[in-house]
């Protein structure tokens, strides 16, 4: 059978054929036999030759074949092959040229003696006990020449951040020994005198320079360590009141064995409004709205508005701070607050008036001590409405520790609260609260697991005072998910009532307890190159007013999307005690 092909479809063939063309050209052939692949590696990078074309005349190939003795000889000394022996030889093919060559490489050279010196006042300094004890040169290695010149460059490097900038080698070579196969490396280096810092110049246009200067981690006459400058470049950075923190030392003004520090601040917007919507199965849909003004005055004050309102939960939030004795590490916050939160069976209405202490420790854990009233007006279950008047001192802490990743693959955190309310200060009542909840992740070749642990206690001497913010419940996105938001708990105590109740439905409302524990194990994978991962997970727990906690456990799947602010989850979960039946859990935020 024979068919026709039109005009255009042999000019499209005629042309896919000429644009492959180039594509299928013929391409040098080098070829290397013997010795390590380290070593073939080496040799192919440094010949010259393997830049040719195949146009290139025979004449010039052997002038280059020449050339290649020496290059050759020199890729093998570099990996310490002193004694290489060679056969090549060139092909000349029809569409190209080709080389082949035999390599012979002999015994290695190998490291017989590393001998450090350092003078100059850097000689006990120890900073530089690495390059004794570490040098990543081995005794008993192949001389390795990248690694010697690795070695050298450490030291310049070590010598420059902590201001020995005249630093030099007073002596730096190899010594080979190629009948017995060995190489002595000698390195003495002189570090000359360690600089200190000499003046400080800030350029800034928006906040008193005493301020500024209240965050620097160094002063005039220290020495110069340049982890110090970056650590404040960090700080200036993390404070909000900077766009762009550049801080260099100006090199070309070294005197008297001092370096000036040049410091450029450049201001963030000062005013900013922002406008967001989110959504949770907690409290359902919500819009948020803030304002902060960054610099109230040249201290650094500050103040910042935030509401949070959704159907059954809306927070608001009005807070003044004031930077410390170190700005960077403590503050003081003056604020007040407004919070409400409808349940199935509760309702809470809370004002809040308070003032906080925040301490960054240097070991990193975030230390707050705070003094709050708070006037809240409740209504658990058919109650009728009660409002209490606390006052409640607390101190916190808290650490977070992560990779940074928005889907973090390795890290925890911990926060500890321990509150209460002297009915010696005026509160209605008294009570003692602790409250903790951690979060570990760690990740694997194969996805990552997720836990999470909650824990409440609270003793006082009459339960039913306890308004329905301070009571304990569980239930939800971030607890026993498989149950509703908050409905897990004590229900009410009939235990002495004989009688028949003329409300069934109050044997059922939960009531909230003075103790708490959920426990969750999740696990996620990752699809490859992707922004999605699936979960599965188990959930236990619930609230309880003594020791004996009836626990409600929670399992199912979910999908994450994983987003620069954290993931976005979406969860199918099924009560596993009881006959709530399965429920969708939605939520987002980071995972730590």
């Not at 570099?78 to 080709?98: I, P, S, V």
């Not at 304002?291 to 040249?298: G, L, T």
Request: glycine content about 8%.
């Amino acid at each position: 059978m024979l068919t026709s092909v039109s005009p255009f479809a042999r000019g499209f063939a005629l042309l896919l054929a000429l644009v492959a063309l180039p594509l299928m050209a013929a391409e040098p052939e080098i070829e290397l036999e013997g010795g390590t692949k380290s070593l073939r590696e080496n040799i192919r990078q440094h010949l010259t030759l393997a830049d040719e074309s195949c146009k290139t005349p025979l004449w010039r190939l052997h002038a280059l074949l020449t050339d290649a003795e020496n290059e050759i000889a020199v890729a093998a000394q570099a990996l310490g092959y002193y004694e290489l022996e060679y056969e090549a030889k060139l092909r000349n093919d029809k569409e190209c040229w080709g080389l082949d060559i035999t390599l012979t490489p002999g015994e290695p050279v190998r490291v017989k003696e590393v001998r450090i010196e350092i003078n100059g006042e850097g000689r006990q300094d120890d900073i530089f006990k690495s390059l004794y004890e570490k040098p990543g040169i081995k005794i008993g290695n192949k001389l390795n020449h990248g690694n010697y010149e690795a070695l050298k460059a450490r030291f310049g490097t070590l010598a420059a951040i902590h201001g020995y900038f005249d630093a030099t080698f007073e002596h730096s070579r190899i010594s080979i020994n190629t009948e017995e196969k060995s190489a002595i490396i000698e390195l003495v280096y002189n570090t000359g005198n360690r600089y200190r810092i000499g003046a400080i110049n800030l350029q800034h246009d928006i906040l008193n320079e005493s301020f500024l200067r209240r965050y620097f981690n160094f002063a005039e006459g220290d020495y110069y360590d340049s982890d110090q400058l970056l650590e404040l470049k960090n700080l200036y950075n993390a404070s909000n009141y900077f766009s762009v923190a550049s801080i260099a030392p100006n090199l070309q003004e070294l005197k008297d064995n001092k370096v000036t520090v040049d410091m450029q601040l450049e201001a963030r917007k000062r005013r900013e409004y922002s406008v967001g919507a989110g959504v949770d199965t907690d409290a359902g849909p919500r819009v948020l709205l803030g304002f902060e003004d960054r610099y109230v005055n040249s201290n650094g004050h500050s103040i910042a508005a935030d509401i949070n309102a959704a159907e059954k939960k809306t927070n608001a939030l009005l807070a003044y701070t004031i930077p410390m004795r170190r700005p960077a590490y403590e503050f003081l916050r003056i604020y007040t607050g407004y919070e409400k939160e409808i349940t199935d069976t509760t309702r809470s209405y809370k004002d809040t008036y308070g003032t906080s202490y925040t301490y960054y420790q240097d070991n990193k854990w975030l230390q707050t001590y705070a003094l709050d009233y708070e006037r809240e007006d409740s209504t658990i279950g058919t109650d009728p409405e009660t409002s209490t008047d606390l006052i409640i001192p607390s101190v916190s802490i808290t650490r977070t520790k992560t990779d940074g990743n928005p889907y973090p693959l390795s890290g925890w955190t911990l926060l500890a609260k321990l509150s209460g309310s002297p009915q010696s200060l005026g509160s209605d009542f008294s009570f003692v609260q602790l409250h903790l909840r951690a979060k570990y992740i760690k990740g694997f070749s194969f996805g990552r697991i997720l836990l999470r642990s909650e824990l409440g206690t609270t003793q006082l001497d009459d339960f039913s005072e306890l308004p329905a913010s301070v009571r304990f419940f569980a239930g939800g996105d971030a607890s026993v998910r498989g149950y509703d938001y908050k409905s897990l708990g004590p229900t009410r105590d009939f235990s002495g009532f004989t009688g028949p109740l003329e409300n069934p439905k109050l044997a059922d409302e939960v009531i909230g307890g003075n103790n708490l524990l959920v426990n969750s194990i999740e696990y996620d994978y990752r699809f490859e190159d992707s922004k999605w991962a699936a979960a599965v997970f188990f959930d236990a727990g619930n609230a309880a007013n003594d020791t004996k906690i009836e626990v409600k456990r929670g399992a199912g799947v979910g999908a994450r999307w994983i987003s620069p602010i954290g993931p976005i989850r979406i969860d199918v979960a099924k009560a596993l005690d009881g006959d709530e039946g399965w429920r969708l859990h939605i939520s987002m935020g980071p995972d730590l």
